[in-house]
């Protein structure tokens, strides 16, 4: 066996570190069937020792994700910044739920003895995927495209809804909070279970800046 020959910092990380650090690394590991949690001790260089051909695709992936979770600065353009939501978040929440919940469940199911497991926390999030792409739907086929008609004229009616909803996701992440021991694992916990308190830490940074920016910066475009 060799280690592969590309110079990377990733490939010094191990599988378990990447996989907490990296917001939907976790997806990323599984199809290329690297083991982030029994074997998560192992470098990304090592796991891949055998198959390094698999290696500047899988690298490239990651940088990608590593792209993606970077919060977006506010511009004053309301169509550019439609368009940097739909992507920077709108996206990032579709790839996250449902991993999320797919973490949730399997940590649910393996240390269903463990006093600090969290009992109906797949449930939740897979309940709050649904409501969250409930109301991406409604922002991408009514709300967005009637801003982007409408140019900088005043819209209340409809973004009074979203801010309404907004509220309610909010009192969502409250819950998953107590749901997750405020997003912080038991010292005993796998990767898997740290990886996912990593993961629901994050949505909850990404939710929180995704409608800091409708609220704070879009809408107040067309309220005045």
Not at 193 to 206: C, I, K, P, Q, S
Request: hydrophobic fraction near 40%; charged fraction near 20%; include cysteine.
């Amino acid at each position: 066996m060799h280690t592969p020959s590309i110079a990377h910092p990733l490939l010094q990380q191990t599988l378990g570190q990447i996989a907490l650090a990296i917001p939907g690394a976790t997806a990323l590991l599984r199809q290329h069937k690297l083991d982030f949690c029994c074997q998560g001790e192992r470098t990304l260089a090592l796991a891949c020792a055998e198959r390094t051909h698999e290696l500047p695709a899988l690298l490239e992936q990651l940088e990608a994700l590593q792209r993606q979770s970077a919060p977006l600065a506010p511009c004053s353009d309301p169509a550019q910044l439609i368009d940097r939501i739909l992507e920077r978040y709108h996206d990032t929440h579709r790839q996250q739920l449902p991993e999320l919940a797919r973490m949730a469940r399997r940590v649910e199911a393996v240390h269903q003895t463990h006093p600090a497991v969290p009992v109906g926390l797949a449930d939740f999030l897979e309940q709050m995927q649904a409501e969250l792409e409930n109301h991406m739907a409604k922002e991408e086929q009514i709300l967005f495209p009637l801003l982007r008609r409408s140019g900088q004229a005043p819209i209340r009616g409809p973004i009074a809804v979203m801010r309404h909803e907004h509220l309610e996701h909010g009192a969502r992440l409250e819950r998953l909070a107590e749901l997750t021991c405020n997003h912080t694992p038991p010292p005993d916990a796998c990767t898997t279970w740290r990886a996912l308190y990593a993961g629901t830490e994050r949505l909850v940074d990404d939710l929180m800046h995704h409608i800091h920016l409708e609220n704070n910066v879009l809408f107040p475009m067309f309220e005045r």
